[in-house]
């Protein structure tokens, strides 16, 4: 596959994406370094492409290889693939590593998109700690909105008073839009 990326180059962006795409979809992980390497090329469309591929394999060894990446790509675009990729085992180191702040934010948002109602009970503690970084805890609030467990909607309201207006503002958000998705259940 390796040769054929080679010669890629010379066809042009468009074959290198189509190359890739492809060796997502057939999980080709024995060469994950070389997509690895990928995602620090120049071209957005190689990095996405390459973040593609990565996430369609899946693995610990590719949430590795994105999160060693994830301060230098678009966070949105690492938190889809993290979701597809990572396990729950991943998920629960990853959310208890102290990385830098956009790291953390990025797996935040990764569980959100996943819907891991598991992870409800981290996330309002990691919301409610008032020693995190604001990022962080509005993030949190964010991710619990996106997974709509209504065990979440109780501790948000408890962060609708929260002295940070950043946090009260995320915290009342995510509390109407599960509200919400509850109401829409019930019907």
């Given at each position: 596959?390796?040769?054929?990326?080679a010669r890629g180059r010379?066809?042009?962006?468009?074959?290198?994406?189509?190359?890739?795409?492809?060796?997502?979809?057939?999980?080709?992980?024995?060469?994950?370094?070389?997509?690895?390497?990928?995602?620090?090329?120049?071209?957005?469309?190689?990095?996405?492409?390459?973040?593609?591929?990565?996430?369609?394999?899946?693995?610990?060894?590719?949430?590795?290889?994105?999160?060693?990446?994830?301060?230098?790509?678009?966070?949105?675009?690492?938190?889809?693939?993290?979701?597809?990729?990572?396990?729950?085992?991943?998920?629960?180191?990853?959310?208890?590593?102290?990385?830098?702040?956009?790291?953390?934010?990025?797996?935040?948002?990764?569980?959100?998109?996943?819907?891991?109602?598991?992870?409800?009970?981290?996330?309002?503690?990691?919301?409610?700690?008032?020693?995190?970084?604001?990022?962080?805890?509005?993030?949190?609030?964010?991710?619990?909105?996106?997974?709509?467990?209504?065990?979440?909607?109780?501790?948000?309201?408890?962060?609708?008073?929260?002295?940070?207006?950043?946090?009260?503002?995320?915290?009342?958000?995510?509390?109407?839009?599960?509200?919400?998705?509850?109401?829409?259940?019930?019907?």
């Open positions: 596959m390796q040769h054929m990326i010379s066809l042009g962006m468009i074959a290198i994406i189509v190359l890739l795409s492809i060796q997502g979809i057939l999980g080709l992980l024995f060469s994950l370094p070389w997509l690895a390497d990928l995602l620090d090329d120049p071209e957005p469309a190689v990095q996405d492409a390459a973040v593609r591929a990565l996430g369609r394999a899946g693995g610990r060894r590719v949430v590795d290889a994105l999160m060693a990446h994830a301060d230098r790509l678009p966070t949105y675009r690492v938190a889809k693939e993290l979701a597809q990729a990572a396990s729950d085992i991943d998920f629960e180191a990853l959310l208890r590593d102290d990385g830098n702040v956009k790291t953390t934010v990025t797996v935040l948002m990764a569980c959100g998109l996943r819907g891991d109602a598991l992870r409800t009970p981290l996330l309002v503690r990691m919301a409610q700690d008032r020693i995190c970084d604001t990022e962080i805890r509005v993030a949190a609030c964010r991710a619990l909105a996106m997974i709509g467990d209504p065990a979440g909607a109780d501790a948000l309201r408890l962060l609708g008073s929260d002295s940070d207006p950043a946090v009260q503002k995320a915290a009342v958000r995510a509390r109407m839009r599960i509200s919400a998705a509850m109401r829409k259940r019930i019907r």
